[in-house]
């Protein structure tokens, strides 16, 4: 029933804010915008295809991965449960409403759609984010049998998730997926921490958390932005399509509706939810761009800091795939988006020629720091050692995909010791304690 409701409401919306071609067009993008809080399904490598290379043999794997998608937080489910209906009225009491319309059974859909997450739920994994553990499972499984074994034993293999129900239940879809939901429940998991040094290092990193994640001028970027010229004509747009006359929507309304239209988009894959359809491409990619720029300065490579930190969760990586020990083979942490977007900065990926500022919104628009594309949830990176010939290298996937990282740019196996020596100071000097001392300055965050 849900999905029906939904579907009418979408023809309502779609029909009222005459967007049908854009609404009714299956290649309409919307699903291609939605930053942080796509679905995994939009960026994975659906591919059950063996990852082979002539004279070598892959020996362990040490993989970052991102809980499922989940529910939104305590914040958000208050104010979406409050303001969302009010601006599902404010359409519904709208006398430009077209007649055909307000007589038609669609408006009585409508006016049934109400907000169905409750407090109790905050951040906890969804169906969907279940799903897409299970079958990234089975896909690296497929990939690599040498590694993967259908059997689960705790030699083999090593586990660990944080303090978080999304975690634990990521890590417990995942496992499931390898050995089957009756194995998985005999799966064991060290203890979680809430301030893992590896899992979620930026826990620990007190200049960090005071100098940039809770410094309002370390996102002065964003700021210029949402009250800049970009997002102010969106604002425009969306409250002259819906015909708001007296009482106009907000930027926090309009972010609101945004972050809707993407929570629904990962929970239901059958139906759009009714809040994309309020949005022109042009709209979505604005505010997109609004949610790149915040994880931009505060989670990538707007400051030195955000992803330096990052070099103990390189080197645990590193010494697992080096020791000498055979086993584990297998490596998995379920860990945050905050710890795979500095873990893919520290590494140099997605780094574009010149900062993500206001004002450079029109030509960044083929930007490679696209939060949508590198940070959906269940985003993952993979470390595989091959042994080729006795000589060690590394393949590096991330959302199952190749990537070749900036030490050898024309090869998809990368020599460990180049990779050594190219991030030897991330290996040698990794002063964990001294870079994150709460005694800072402003200027030691270091703009990059």
Known sequence: MEVILNSLFVVLVCSFLSLSQQCTNPGYPFEKHLSSKT??????????DRILYEGCIPQ??????????????????EKMTIRLPEIKDLILQNKDLPNEYVKSRDVDVFQ???????????????????????????????????????VYSNTSYKFKYTYSQRTHKSALYFTSG????????DIWFPEPSRKDPILRFYKLCTRWENDVKQNS???????????GAEMSKTVQEINERLKMKKTLL????????????????????????PWCSVFTVDNLKVLEYAADLKHYWRDGYGFELTYKQACPAFGDMMNFLESKSRFPRVNVYFTHSGT????????????DDEHL??????????????????????TNLAFVLYSCDSVDKLLVLHQEKIVRLPPCPDSDLCEVDKIKEFYGESLDSCDFQGMCNSTFTQRDVGEA
């Open 178 to 185: 390898l050995f089957g939901r009756a194995a998985a429940r």
């Open 340 to 351: 795979l977007l500095k873990m893919l900065a520290h590494l140099g990926l997605y780094e």
């Open 357 to 378: 500022t206001a004002k450079n919104f029109d030509h960044m628009l083929t930007r490679k720091w696209r939060t949508s594309l590198i940070d959906s949830f269940g």
């Open 39 to 48: 679905p995994y399904r939009f960026v994975s490598n659906q591919s059950f």
């Open 250 to 273: 907000e930027t926090e309304d309009i972010i609101m509706m945004y972050d809707m239209c993407a929570y629904e988009t990962a929970w239901n894959k059958l139906a759009k939810s």
């Open 60 to 77: 362990k794997i040490w993989m970052l991965v991102r809980h499922g998608t989940r529910y939104p937080e305590y914040g958000f489910i």
């Open 217 to 227: 001028a370390a996102q002065q970027e964003r700021i210029i932005f949402m009250n």
């Open 112 to 150: 049934k759609w109400k907000p169905y997450v409750q407090l109790a739920d905050k951040k906890k994994l969804v169906h969907e984010g279940e799903e897409e553990m299970l079958l990234l499972a089975e896909r690296m499984q497929s990939r690599f049998p040498e590694l993967f074994d259908n």
